[in-house]
Structure formats: structure tokens, C-alpha cells
């Protein structure tokens, strides 16, 4: 019975999650601009906050993956990808010379104190939120396998219809 309220707890706690509003911390973007993450939106179209580290590999490889159709998903469905890079103080100067090195165009913001990720719960990474127009979280996931990113852009194409 313990098991059982445990297990609907955790499945409430979920779907409850799912339909949040991005939480409102202060990060700076590789820029040095300051941005609010919960006035983050994509003009009334969906849009997807993935979380990440240069020392992940899963993360690497997710977001190279993502960079590879892109632009597709961009004429297809106007989404637009933030990433959010949770690579300590000591790191964070490595962020932007690893995004250009790839020639990865997403929106990168900096949480190197981990604000945001503890504020969105988030344990690992790589991590996705998609996220409707209006700011909503709408589906997580949480690690990456080779072709997730399709998974991805289905969610968006949802919210689009």
C-alpha cells in the first residue's frame, strides 16, 4: 500500500510538473547579457530549454544531433533551442568557444551556481524541457539516446497543431 501512494505521489508530482511555468531565476547568456528565464519565449511558438555540461558527453552528443537538423525544425516549426550550460564558475569561460567551435546557433545561457537547474528540479544531464508559447512546461526528459531528438520535435509539432 506504501508502494502504491509512493507511486501515485510521484506520478502526481509529474503531471502537476508538467504544465509549470518556467521558474523565474537571473542568468547571464554567453554574452554577458542578463536574461529572466521565465520571460524566456519564441514569439507565441513552442520552444526547448535543454540543460547541459561540456564534461557530458550524452549532452554533447544530444545537442550535436539537434544541430544537425536545426535548421529544418526552424523553417519547419519555428522552434527555437536555449541551452543552458551548468559547467561550474572555473569552466563557464570554456562554454563559448565550444558552441562556436561547433557552430551550434542556439540561445546558451550560463547557470554556473546551478540556480536554474535546481529551481527546475533537474538531478542530470543532458535535460529537455519543451515548453508552448506561452512559457508552460509541457514534457521533460531526462538523458539522451542516439535519435531522442526526434521525440523532440513530435512534442513541438503537437503543440503546433
Same mark, same amino acid.
Given at each position: 500500500?506504501?508502494?502504491?501512494?509512493?507511486?501515485?505521489?510521484?506520478? @502526481? $508530482?509529474?503531471?502537476?510538473?508538467?504544465?509549470?511555468?518556467?521558474? !523565474?531565476?537571473?542568468?547571464? +547568456?554567453? /554574452?554577458?547579457?542578463?536574461?529572466?528565464?521565465?520571460?524566456?519565449? /519564441?514569439? $507565441?511558438?513552442?520552444?526547448?530549454? +535543454?540543460f547541459?555540461?561540456?564534461w557530458?558527453?550524452?549532452?554533447?552528443?544530444?545537442?550535436?544531433?539537434?544541430?544537425? =537538423?536545426?535548421?529544418?525544425?526552424?523553417?519547419?516549426?519555428? =522552434?527555437?533551442?536555449? @541551452? =543552458? !550550460?551548468?559547467?561550474?564558475?572555473? /569552466? @563557464?569561460?570554456?562554454?563559448?568557444?565550444?558552441?562556436?567551435?561547433?557552430?551550434?546557433?542556439y540561445? =546558451?545561457?550560463? +547557470? !554556473? /551556481?546551478?540556480?536554474?537547474?535546481?529551481?527546475? $528540479?533537474?538531478?542530470?544531464?543532458?535535460?529537455?524541457?519543451?515548453? +508552448?508559447?506561452?512559457?508552460?512546461?509541457?514534457?521533460?526528459? !531526462? $538523458?539522451?539516446?542516439?535519435?531522442?531528438?526526434?521525440?523532440?520535435?513530435?512534442?513541438?509539432?503537437?503543440?503546433?497543431?
Amino acid at each position: 500500500m506504501k508502494r502504491l501512494l509512493l507511486l501515485l505521489t510521484v506520478i @502526481a $508530482g509529474f503531471c502537476c510538473a508538467a504544465n509549470a511555468q518556467i521558474p !523565474s531565476v537571473t542568468l547571464k +547568456d554567453i /554574452n554577458g547579457k542578463t536574461v529572466k528565464t521565465d520571460t524566456i519565449r /519564441n514569439d $507565441g511558438k513552442p520552444f526547448i530549454i +535543454d540543460f547541459f555540461a561540456l564534461w557530458c558527453k550524452p549532452c554533447m552528443r544530444e545537442l550535436t544531433a539537434i544541430g544537425d =537538423v536545426y535548421e529544418e525544425w526552424q523553417e519547419e516549426t519555428g =522552434v527555437k533551442i536555449v @541551452a =543552458v !550550460s551548468i559547467d561550474e564558475g572555473q /569552466n @563557464a569561460h570554456k562554454v563559448k568557444p565550444q558552441i562556436d567551435n561547433h557552430g551550434w546557433t542556439y540561445e =546558451v545561457l550560463l +547557470d !554556473s /551556481n546551478g540556480d536554474f537547474r535546481r529551481a527546475c $528540479g533537474i538531478q542530470n544531464v543532458p535535460y529537455v524541457m519543451v515548453c +508552448d508559447g506561452d512559457g508552460n512546461i509541457v514534457y521533460k526528459h !531526462s $538523458g539522451y539516446v542516439e535519435g531522442a531528438e526526434e521525440e523532440l520535435i513530435e512534442k513541438v509539432r503537437e503543440l503546433l497543431k
